[in-house]
């Protein structure tokens, strides 16, 4: 018995169809491998992602470092001092004082870095961004190096800073003050002086509420304690656990015995740049206020 073309053809497209595509029972069971292998890869690729993010903070933060050693190796061993960097321009109308922003417009302006190195790959303060993100608005026009020498409008406080009005650097530097510019502002310190790190939470107390709810607590994989990364005297660049780095302790001047020093309080009480008996053991900040002449320094925390 014969069959008409038009039916042969409808039955062998229907075969077709039928066999070319994916029941639903396949379905799921590719929709379960492709997850399970999300659920296996995913954790690898962050943790991937982070060790990466970590060793660009470490580059970065090095190069800083980096910058300011050939800085001093054209200013007797010295690294930059805004102040001291004023008393040669003393006709010029500048902020001499040194803060934050002012040792690191300092460097900008003379090219020593770009904007971008100063903003961490692990920030986690969206306040905090590099000041040339949307358009070039650090003013290097203005600089001659004669009646102008860096932008004041770069910001350096980041407790006061938005989304709309940003901070422009991530990093804390070595309170420039008391002892500390003596014994660690300079080319010539040791491995326990630690001259640049990532900034930490509030005085470095732990337990505290300025402690738990810092931004700084994120940067490294840790919410729970401060993992940062630090740059000391002798250039090496490494990732601490603790605020309370290991192999770092401090003997103080005063006669204190040798102990463990927090990165970022002021152990022994080196506020005062007058008194030269104080310890000038490690205190890492963004300093938004150094007046000498009311004998004060004002941190600034996140």
Known sequence: ????????????????RQKSGFTIIE????????????????PALGKAMAAARTTKDKSQIGGIHGAMLLYASSNEGDLPLPSVVGSDHENIAHDYSDTTANLMSLMLGR?????????SPVESNTSILDINANTLAY????IDGNTVLWDE?????????????????????QALWGERVRLKWNSGSSSSDIILSNRGPENGVQDSPAYTNSNTLKFHGSESVW?????????????VNSVFPEGIAYQPLNGLPLGPDNLFNPDWGDVDPTDGTKSGDNWLIICIEADEETGTITPAWD
């Open 27 to 42: 379905l799921l069971v590719v929709i379960s491998i492709l997850a399970l292998l999300a659920a296996l890869l995913l």
């Open 1 to 16: 018995m014969a069959y008409p073309l038009v039916a042969m053809n409808n039955y062998t497209n229907q075969k077709v």
């Open 111 to 119: 090219n020593y870095f770009t904007t971008a190195t100063l903003i």
């Open 153 to 173: 409008l770069f910001e350096g406080d980041i407790s006061t800073s938005t989304v709309s009005s940003p901070a422009n650097n991530s990093y804390a530097h």
């Open 139 to 142: 003013d290097y026009d203005s």
């Open 227 to 239: 993992i940062g990364v630090v740059v000391s005297g002798d250039g090496s660049v490494r990732t």
